[in-house]
């Protein structure tokens, strides 16, 4: 059974440092990888979508990587802003066809002014 | 990627009663999904809604208790019957538009049972 564990649960930083997010998942068999990022009481907003065959992805100030065969994804965030405090989440979706997401609990990321 | 309306955002329903929740999105996909998010809990699939067909419910989800209509390939409808103050939760459609994309969440209706 696929688990995911995301490492730290929190996390509070000043405005501009460059931090990493971290996410491990139990079964290598993965077909793809996806980071989210969740405002308070809001719905997700998909932020990087990593295939197996793929080590990184990059969007603006955010690069994701994958190490498939040690189960581990870092979300790195370049010149953090107050404007990143959210929960970031990681998701896998497994070989095999099936179409479910696996959600880790999350980091509730802080940016400070 | 798709973009997704849910409604309602919020709701506070009495115990004993049934909640529908609606699920639009702009453009035809090919997989609808619905999620629970438990408060402090990471997300789980309730069950993925198949256009034409039953849904397909995931281990501890039931039809009975989750209803899941399907009725194209844009909208689609959760009922949590019979709620009780567990069932408070955020609950969220998600959608695929095909092979090789990514999930695309709604904004999530926040439910509480009083």
């Known amino acids: 059974k696929q688990e995911v564990t995301q490492i730290p649960a929190a996390l509070s930083v000043p405005e501009g440092e460059n931090l990493v997010l971290n996410c491990s998942f139990t079964?290598?068999?993965?077909?793809?990888l996806q980071w989210f990022r969740q405002d308070p009481g809001k719905g997700l907003t998909s932020l990087l979508l990593?295939?197996?065959?793929?080590r990184e992805q990059t969007s603006g100030r955010l690069n994701a990587s994958l190490d498939k065969s040690s189960g581990r994804s870092t979300l790195y965030i370049a010149a953090s802003q107050p404007g990143d405090s959210a929960t970031y989440l990681c998701?896998?979706?497994?070989?095999?066809?099936?179409?479910?997401?696996?959600f880790g609990k999350g980091t509730k990321l802080t940016v400070n002014p | 990627s798709a973009v997704i309306s849910q409604k309602p955002s919020r709701d506070i329903c009495q115990r004993g009663t049934s909640l529908t929740i609606q699920c639009q999105v702009d453009?035809?996909?090919?997989?609808m999904f619905w999620y629970r998010q438990q408060p402090g809990q990471s997300l789980t699939l309730i069950a993925t809604?198949?256009?034409?067909?039953?849904?397909?419910?995931e281990s501890g989800f039931v039809i009975d208790k989750f209803p899941i209509s399907r009725p194209n390939l844009t909208f689609s409808t959760l009922t949590v019957s019979n709620m009780s103050p567990e069932d408070s939760s955020i609950y969220l459609c998600?959608?695929?538009?095909?092979?090789?994309?990514?999930?695309?969440f709604g904004s999530g209706t926040r439910l509480t049972v009083v």
């Open positions: 998600s959608a695929r538009r095909g092979r090789g994309y990514g999930y695309t």
């Open positions: 079964d290598s068999a993965i077909y793809n």
């Open positions: 990593i295939q197996s065959s793929q």
């Open positions: 998701a896998v979706r497994d070989e095999g066809g099936s179409e479910k997401l696996v």
């Open positions: 453009s035809q996909v090919t997989m």
């Open positions: 809604a198949n256009q034409g067909s039953e849904a397909t419910y």
